[in-house]
C-alpha cells in the first residue's frame, strides 16, 4: 500500500542519488559560473563557448537518472547504454543547433556544440556512469 513515508523515501533516495555526487555538483557549477559570467558582460572565451555544451547533456542524463529513481521506485539507478546516450545528443543537437536558430536571435547553429553534445554524452557513458555505479556498488 502507498503511503507518505513511501513517498518521502523515494523522493529522498532520488535527491541524495542527485545531489551527492560530485560530477553533478562540478556540471551545475560550471554552468552556474560560465551562465553568471555571461550576465556580467565577462565571458570566459574558451568555457564560454563549449563548456556549457558538454556538461548539458550530462546533465540531463543525470537528472533523468534521479527522477527514475523516484518515478519507477528503482533503488538504483539504470544504465543507460551507449546508443540511448547518444540519441539523447542527437536529440538535444536537434533541438538546440537546428530548431532553435529558427525561432530564437540568441541561439545560432554551430558544428562545434553538436560534436561537444555528443563528447559530453561519451564522457558520461565513460567515465560519470561508471564512477556511479562503482560508488553505490552496483553492477
Known sequence: MWSVSHACSRFVRALVYLLDDSYFIGYSISWILIRFTRQGGHPIP??????????????IIHVSQAVGIYFLQTKKPFRYPLFQILLISLATSYVFEWMMPE????HTSDLWDVVVYFLG???YYYVHQPYTHK???FS
Do not use: A, K, Q, S
Not at 46 to 59: E, G, H, I, Q, S
Open 46 to 59: 574558451l568555457l564560454n563557448n563549449w563548456l556549457t555544451d558538454f556538461v548539458f547533456v550530462p546533465l
Open 121 to 123: 554524452g561519451m564522457f
Open 103 to 106: 525561432f530564437t536571435i540568441h
Open 135 to 137: 560508488r553505490y556498488n
